[in-house]
């Protein structure tokens, strides 16, 4: 029974990643900055909390202008019988502005798994701390 319990888990996951992913996206409200997501092939990039506070929906969020921390979470398909690595880090920034787009951007190394934060322009203005894995 407890095989059975572990694998439900992730098919919740991917279940509700996948009806996430099915809803239209809103449009941006301009007196709020916009956060994209941008994840590697191999990786799945979830923004979890905003200032501590569960998202509705971490493909993307609306933050109002000023200081924000962000909590991330970034699932990487591993090579062969490796399974997954499930894997949280924060972002702060102080300086979002009303009307701007930004994007968390997920980069990777062999193992090594980080998020930058872009502006419109592509110019990096943060970067996670280390990402925190474990096996998934």
Known sequence: MKAKSLMLVPVLSLIALLSACAEPM???DPSEAW??????PSGVLMAEDLDGKRLNDG??????????????????ER????????????????QFKA??????????LGEEYRVKLEDSHGHQIGRSKDFSCMPG
């Open 26 to 28: 809103p449009k941006a």
């Open 35 to 40: 956060i994209g997501l941008q994840e590697e």
């Open 59 to 76: 493909r993307y969020f609306d933050v109002k202008p000023g200081t924000h921390k962000l909590d991330v979470d970034l699932i990487v």
């Open 79 to 94: 090579n062969g019988d490796d399974g997954q690595m499930n894997c949280e880090a924060g972002i702060s920034f102080d």
């Open 99 to 108: 009307g701007e787009r930004y994007t968390l951007v997920e980069a990777s």
